[in-house]
T-cell receptor, first 108, second 116 residues
């Protein structure tokens, strides 16, 4: 199965700044990766996905980068807002195993 | 549309009692996942089903845990007997999985279990 992990357990940014959350994976056979956001008291929710044949994918205020050479994913959030405060997870492969997550705190 | 529905939302029980958690996936989804979340261990995959068939149960902690999916619209996770270390939030998630799909997961709101 997929093994994913996060570089940092917590990240604190100022409102309006850009945030970068990183994730490493071990299974090179993964066809895709997904980023989820979990707000307090709720289940994780889908943010954005990327297929393994892509290097970059953009959504609304979010960009995911995939570096297959070093088996690394990142989630970039532009103009971070207080509502972005949550725990962020990456998950990969068909069986959807999650890493530890990164807690993002946005300071006003 | 209704999302993934879990019950109960909260359960407090005593050590040794049987606990049954229930999940109704989104209609039409063909994969169902059970996760356990704690501060110490994060979000752990316990078991998942494709088309009602268990595919990987390697995350199930011990024989005290069992999961069933008798049909496409219902699944249970049972703990018997329960222990204090089983205290956690248990999430059920479903997705539509198949060729060409990345299959994002849709999570329920979770069942918070406290074993005294």
């Amino acid at each position: 199965g997929e093994s994913v992990g996060l570089h940092l357990p917590t990240l604190s940014v100022q409102e309006g700044d850009n945030s970068i959350i990183n994730c490493a994976y071990s299974n090179s056979a993964s066809d895709y990766f997904i980023w989820y956001k979990q707000e307090s008291g709720k289940g994780p929710q889908f943010i954005i996905d990327i297929r393994s044949n892509m290097d970059k994918r953009q959504g609304q205020r979010v960009t995911v980068l995939l570096n297959k050479t070093v088996k690394h994913l990142s989630l970039q959030i532009a103009a971070t807002q207080p509502g972005d405060s949550a725990v962020y997870f990456c998950a990969g492969g068909g069986d959807m195993r999650f890493g530890a997550g990164t807690r993002l705190t946005v300071k006003p | 549309d209704a999302g993934v529905i879990q019950s109960p939302r909260h359960e407090v029980t005593e050590m040794g009692q049987e606990v049954t958690l229930r999940c109704k996936p989104i209609s039409g989804h063909n994969s169902l996942f059970w996760y356990r979340q704690t501060m110490m261990r994060g979000l752990e995959l316990l078991i998942y089903f494709n088309n009602n068939v268990p595919i990987d149960d390697s995350g199930m902690p011990e024989d005290r845990f069992s999961a069933k999916m008798p049909n496409a619209s219902f699944s249970t996770l049972k703990i018997q007997p329960s222990e204090p270390r089983d205290s956690a939030v248990y999430f059920c998630a479903s997705r539509l999985f198949g060729t060409g799909r990345t299959g994002e997961l849709f999570f329920g709101e979770g069942s918070r279990l406290t074993v005294l």
